[in-house]
């Protein structure tokens, strides 16, 4: 049972508009959530996260929305840059330890 | 560059075999964990350990097994190994236990079994 989805596999968008990455969860005690981005033969890297007293996070080109009654997040990048070009796994926590529940990613590829 | 080194790079060998996957974590991180990413699948949780004790099990197979050393570094061992252990395993530190200490990631090991 996947507890954490992100049911789109790949998104391709227009290099200076926006990404739209979402996220949906279904254990209701995750209370924490992060974006990892991952690009190839390279390990996954930090991005951003939000814990469930806020409903948005923001860090430079990078904001997530937290809509938990709907158990689902989202990451905007604008504007969008080749550079962005890589997988985006969502991950949630349910407890304050780094037991991280990871989606299966969502592929993006900006094109110039 | 993470920070985080994980040996080999790339790993092929037979059914029934048994390997030994190394990670050396960031300077100064003493949590080690290890995920395992299969086809289309996310990172899966598989172990954790904080300065040389096991501290959370994910969904790691009996026929696996990690430690940690004195000096940090972890090892993955992976027996009689069939063909659905093909992955990429990854390894990640952090410098502490809370979730808001980033976990920084090796660029993993691939493990293709035949």
């Known amino acids: 049972d996947q507890q954490v989805k992100q049911n789109s596999p790949s998104l391709s968008v227009q290099e200076g508009r926006i990404s739209i990455l979402n996220c949906d969860y279904t254990n209701s005690m995750f209370d924490y959530f992060l974006w990892y981005k991952k690009y190839p033969a390279e390990g996954p890297t930090f991005l951003i996260s939000?814990?469930?007293?806020?409903d948005k996070n923001e860090d430079g080109r990078f904001t997530v929305f937290l809509n938990k009654s709907a158990k689902h997040l989202s990451l905007h990048i604008v504007p969008s840059q080749p550079g962005d070009s890589a997988v985006y796994f969502c991950a949630a926590s349910a407890d304050y330890g780094q037991n991280f529940v990871f989606g299966p990613g969502t592929r993006l590829s900006v094109l110039p | 560059d993470s920070g985080v080194t994980q040996t080999p790079k790339h790993l092929i060998t037979a059914t029934g075999q048994r390997v030994t996957l190394r990670c050396s974590p960031r300077?100064?991180?003493?949590?080690v964990y290890w995920y395992q990413q299969s086809l289309d699948q996310g990172l899966q949780f598989l172990i954790q350990?904080?300065?040389?004790?096991?501290?959370a099990k994910g969904n790691i197979l009996e026929r696996f097994s990690a430690q940690q050393f004195p000096d940090l570094h972890s090892e993955l061992n992976l027996s009689s190994l069939e063909l659905g252990d093909s992955a990429l395993y990854f390894c990640?530190?952090?410098?502490?236990?809370?979730?808001?200490?980033?976990?920084?990631f090796g660029n993993g090991t691939r493990l293709t079994v035949t």
């Open positions: 300077s100064g991180d003493l949590s």
């Open positions: 939000i814990s469930s007293i806020k």
């Open positions: 350990y904080y300065n040389g004790e096991e501290r």
């Open positions: 990640a530190s952090s410098v502490g236990l809370l979730r808001n200490s980033p976990l920084h």
